[in-house]
C-alpha cells in the first residue's frame, strides 16, 4: 500500500453511520461536561457491534486535576473494568483530537482503533484568543501513533462544524466556569442589586461599580460602593472597599460563608483583597475584558489588562469558588453610558 492509499484508508475514509453516530454521541458527551462544569471534551468506547461499552467526560475543574482529559479518564476506566481483548477489538471515539498524553494513554491501554471529530489545530484556533488558553500546538496525534510497535487506525477530522460548535459556544459563554454555571435565583437577585449599588456610586459622585456581601440564606450584610473620587483615592475599588468593611465588622465565620456579589469582575488588587479577607464563594457580573473594552485607558479608570480574577483567586493556599460572568448585558449598561460622559 503506498502513501497516498494510506492516507486514504486513515483520514480521509467516509465515516460509516455506525462510526456517524458513536462520534456524535461524544459530542454530546463533551456537551454534557460543560453543562457539568468542566471543559467541553467527550469521549466514548464501543465494541465494534457499536454497542458503547463505556464514556468519559473531561473533569478537569470538579476533579480539580488538569489531567483528567476526557480521552485519559476514558483510558483509566478501559484498563480497570474491559479486558484487553475487549480494549483491543474495540474503538475510541472523541469529540476533538487526543493531545500527546491522551494518545499515549491509548497507545499504552491497547486501543487500535480511534476516531476523532475536530482536529487539535481546529480547537487551537478557537482557544488562542482566550487569555487562559493552555492548549499545546500539538504534534498531531498520527505522530504518535506512528512511533509505536503496532498499527493504530486513526480516522479524523469529522464533523469539525458540530464538534467545534460546543467549543465556541463554551468560550462565548466566557470558558471555563466553576459548577455553579447558571446562577439560582437567589444569586441572581443579589448581584442584580450590586448592579443597582453601581449604579448608586455615579448618583454620590464615584464610579460606576457596586459589590455587597451576603450570608448564605441570602440576608445583605454590607454594600460597598466605589469611592475613587469622593474618598480621592484610585484604591477605593467597591469590592477592596467592601473587604475592608467585611475584616472590620464581621467575624472570620460570617465572611468564610458569605458571597460576594459585584458588578464587574474584580482586578487584581479586589481579588487579593477577597483572598486575604477570608472569603469562599464570589458571583460578578460584567468581565474586566468587556470592561477593557469600555473604558480604554480612560484617566479615571486606565483598566488592567487584566490576568483573569479566577488566575489570582485560584493561586491561594484554598478553594475558592467563582461564578461569572453573568447579567452581561445590566452589568454593562451604566458602563456604556458612563465612560462616553465623564472626563
Ligand atoms: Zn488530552
Ligand atoms: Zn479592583
Not at 122 to 139: C, F, H, K, W, Y
Not at 296 to 324: D, F, K, W, Y
Request: net charge negative; charged share 15%; aromatic share 4%.
Amino acid at each position: 500500500m503506498g502513501l497516498v492509499s494510506a492516507l486514504m484508508t486513515d483520514s480521509m475514509t467516509e465515516l460509516s453511520a455506525q462510526d456517524e453516530r458513536l462520534l456524535r454521541r461524544s459530542i454530546e458527551v463533551s456537551a454534557s461536561a460543560v453543562a457539568n462544569g468542566n471543559m467541553p471534551f467527550g469521549a466514548i468506547m464501543a465494541d465494534p457491534d457499536g454497542n458503547v461499552l463505556l464514556e468519559a467526560e473531561n473533569t478537569g475543574i470538579t476533579g480539580r486535576n488538569d489531567l483528567n482529559h476526557a480521552e485519559t479518564v476514558l483510558m483509566n476506566m478501559a484498563v480497570t473494568t474491559l479486558t484487553p481483548e475487549q480494549i483491543a477489538t474495540a474503538t475510541l471515539y472523541t469529540s476533538c483530537e487526543p493531545c500527546a498524553m491522551c494518545a499515549g494513554a491509548m497507545y499504552w491501554g491497547g486501543l487500535n482503533r480511534m476516531v476523532y471529530g475536530m482536529s487539535e489545530i481546529d480547537l487551537l484556533e478557537i482557544t488562542s484568543a482566550d487569555p487562559d488558553d493552555q492548549n499545546m500546538r500539538g504534534v498531531g496525534c498520527r505522530n504518535i501513533f506512528d512511533t509505536g510497535q503496532r498499527y493504530i487506525e486513526v480516522s479524523g477530522p469529522h464533523l469539525v462544524e458540530e464538534a467545534s460548535a460546543v467549543h465556541i459556544a463554551f468560550w462565548a459563554a466566557g470558558g471555563p466556569q466553576d459548577p455553579t454555571l447558571e446562577l439560582s435565583p437567589h444569586d441572581e437577585a443579589l448581584l442584580r442589586r450590586a448592579i443597582d449599588v453601581a449604579t448608586r456610586s455615579v448618583a454620590n459622585g464615584n464610579l460606576p461599580f457596586g459589590a455587597l456581601l451576603a450570608d448564605p440564606d441570602g440576608n445583605v450584610l454590607l454594600e460597598a460602593e466605589n469611592s475613587d473620587i469622593t474618598g480621592k483615592s484610585t484604591l477605593n475599588h467597591a469590592e477592596t472597599n467592601l473587604m475592608r468593611l467585611a475584616v472590620s465588622n464581621l467575624t472570620a465565620e460570617q465572611i468564610a460563608t458569605a458571597t460576594l456579589y459585584t458588578s464587574c469582575e474584580p482586578c487584581a488588587m479586589c481579588s487579593g483583597s477577597m483572598y486575604w479577607g477570608g472569603l469562599n464563594r464570589m458571583v460578578y457580573g460584567m468581565s474586566e475584558h468587556h470592561l477593557l473594552e469600555i473604558t480604554g485607558a480612560h484617566h479615571l479608570n486606565p483598566t488592567m489588562r487584566g490576568v483573569g480574577c479566577r488566575n489570582v483567586l485560584h493561586s491561594g493556599q484554598r478553594r475558592i469558588e467563582v461564578s461569572g460572568p453573568h447579567l452581561i448585558e445590566e452589568a454593562s449598561q451604566i458602563h456604556h453610558h458612563y465612560w462616553g460622559t465623564h472626563t
